[in-house]
């Protein structure tokens, strides 16, 4: 099988009016690849932003919250290292965060607190801080508005991602209205230290606070539907800001573009799973609330042995109907029914009858659909999950050493 | 590296006064090898269970249960079968497991509800029930007291297992007493849907009360030491018989013998682990109470990126720092030291300067050994986990297929 390859995006965050970016090889990464990316604005605009819940947050997410609250919600300049996570680094890493936000805020001559940094890569080591230092004036001297500046900021934050994970979409009706979105990452079983970094951005004139009365309930359905809730990494960072060229739009138009380009980015990073072969959405219906049903889907989605079936083309659907059944917000398990890619399997207590090759068959598709239903009550959800392949193990038994 | 094999036990089954076994290939298994297991007390003798959590607990699981109420943990007869669970099969899948009881009670001319039924294999497909009868009167026709039945019985029970998983050990100090068991199952990440069975017989006199009081606490030091709590398979089933015939014992000292079998077979489990190279203990000290700290190991334990850095040696301590991160149970995490084959790598926020070669040499070891040390109380948990590498996705993903 040839190696996954999305179509580019139509357009990147250099599409929207009034920013630049760069992408530059600081040295960080031993590969020498690129790693470090910056994005400035023309001038200060609103940002909002969602950060992991991890207790051990890096030094960057750390920075980020705090100037965010400071500057309220206004931002200039975005830089972000990969190859590096600065995370369990101590006050050693936060002096880091701070110097990098510093050297970009000196050059743009703007207050620090409007600089966000982002970081990404191995953890528990201290940042090369001289070489990222001189890679940030590097970035500077780079700084573009073309497209090849956009996709040279996509390639500068990524680590093991196997390729460019960027989306966009116009607003049906509005005149220039636009969102354009890149992210990082490779989602996984336990995705708690795949750090996920997105960085969203629209045209449309929108406040900080309605970026971030959005930006929870956007993360919520789309990178948080592949990061199963609370297993978030260290680092894990996105942002959403609004450069505010474009006509207003209608809010609900706004936010459907939005939800969709997020979507994408977070199916993106199902897909490339560090080997990943499909990305496969479990729907969970009739659950007690969609509480539950997301509880269920969650497990579900987090076992091995589910995952390495999905890889395996194999419809052993029992793995899937007993993973249910160790959920405690299972009402009546009797009710269960599951259906893959359209095959019913399972039903009343007892397997169906259906053809183990066809529905083999039906598996080896980019997109699986496992439907579990039950009858508790309205709840419903939707998680994508990557498969766990032979490729996974060897991305991540020999990442540092 | 060559393959694990483990050095047989002193004792089996068998060794036990009264009690007989045998093991033949009924030909539930493609493969042909011994799938059907039979083990035979001389009169009925005091028996404990401890038995799957999982809603969806298999038919022989729920007739163990009913069994045991029934004859008042009374029992002359284990009936087991490899290559099919008997697992989400309905009433057709209850009538089956209740025809095994039956064939094996009239033979023995026995109450049915003497003798119990386990099931281990794949999932949601029926029995098929006329070559597990004539298995069965086979195994009825092999019964033997030899030290071989006994090993007959345990390569009849195993599936994905690598080597049998037998231990044994006298007590100190009684004249005869003794204990024996087998099992089968490959700890996992999420090992709810890998059957663990677990049969441990002792020749002290000790009562069905005492036994089934022992037991809960016997398997939590051990099998669920290793299976993590709450991620029960369709048919886990341990069980503990008491044949009598030796001299009574002090209770502390019959204890400790059956926790030290059980938790031999416990790593043996999650030594096999379905292409594991070592058995990890995750030691976590100094949680808010026990609960917390089996909470924070268990987390640790399941994440697939700490265990594919387990099995590649890699001294990536960032992966298991973070993973307390996001332990909820955590109060203050600033405390945190991470200790990893006796080299302190972390405390006080701050990676430690380490030799990373030495420390990448030390996880090549059978057993490895990570510390994880909180300041909120004095709660202590100590966890089995298997590595995750190339033969865990092969087993898993080409299993039924």
Redesign the interface.
């Known amino acids: 099988m040839p190696p996954f390859s999305p179509p580019p995006a139509d357009h990147t965050l250099t599409s929207l009016r009034g920013l630049r970016a760069a992408g530059v090889a600081a040295g960080i990464k031993a590969s020498g690849n690129p790693d470090l990316a910056l994005l400035v604005a023309d001038q200060p605009i609103p940002c909002a932003g969602v950060f992991t819940r991890?207790?051990?947050?890096a030094a960057p997410v750390l920075l980020c919250r705090d100037h965010l609250a400071r500057s309220g919600g206004l931002v200039r300049a975005l830089v972000v290292n990969s190859g590096n996570?600065n995370?369990?680094?101590?006050?050693?890493g936060d002096a880091h965060a701070l110097r990098m936000a510093q050297r970009v805020a000196a050059a743009l001559a703007c207050p620090v607190e409007q600089v966000l940094v982002a970081s990404t890569g191995?953890?528990?080591?201290?940042l090369p801080i001289d070489l990222v230092l001189s890679g940030i004036d590097r970035a500077l001297a780079a700084l573009s508005s073309d497209p090849g500046a956009g996709r040279d900021f996509l390639r500068a934050i990524q680590t093991t991602d196997a390729f460019p994970k960027e989306a966009s979409a116009p607003l049906p009706s509005a005149r220039h209205g636009l969102v354009a979105g890149v992210c990082k990452g490779a989602g996984?079983?336990?995705p708690?230290?795949?750090t996920m970094l997105a960085f969203l951005a629209t045209d449309l004139p929108l406040s900080s606070a309605q970026l971030q009365g959005w930006l929870p309930g956007i993360v919520d359905q789309s990178f948080n539907a592949v990061h199963v809730d609370?297993?978030?990494?260290?680092n894990d960072t996105c942002l959403l800001l609004a450069t505010g060229s474009a006509a207003p739009a209608p809010e609900a138009e706004a936010l459907a573009t939005l939800n969709g380009v997020a979507r994408r980015l977070a199916w993106l990073i199902a897909r490339d799973g560090e080997g990943a072969t499909k990305v496969t959405t479990i729907e969970v219906r009739g659950a007690r609330d969609d509480q539950a049903a997301r509880a269920i889907a969650a497990r579900v989605a987090?076992?091995?042995?589910v995952r390495?079936?999905l890889?395996?083309?194999?419809?052993?659907?029992?793995?899937f109907?007993?993973?249910?059944?160790?959920?405690?917000e299972?009402l009546d398990?009797t009710a269960?029914r599951c259906t893959l890619q359209q095959i019913p399997?399972?039903a009343?207590?007892?397997?169906l009858p259906f053809d183990?090759a066809a529905a083999?068959a039906a598996m080896k598709n980019e997109d699986v659909h496992l439907l579990l239903e039950l009858s508790d009550g309205p709840g419903t959800a939707s998680l994508m999950t990557s498969d766990?392949?032979?490729r996974?193990?060897?991305v991540?038994?020999?990442?540092?050493?």
């Open positions: 991890n207790r051990l947050a996570a995370a369990c680094t101590g006050p050693t191995v953890i528990g080591v201290q996984m079983i336990q708690n230290m795949a609370s297993h978030a990494s260290t987090q076992s091995a042995l390495t079936a890889f395996g083309n194999d419809p052993n659907w029992g793995r109907t007993s993973q249910v059944g160790n959920c405690d299972v398990i269960l399997v399972f009343r207590g007892e397997p183990r083999s766990l392949g032979y996974y193990v060897e991540n038994a020999e990442y540092t050493t």
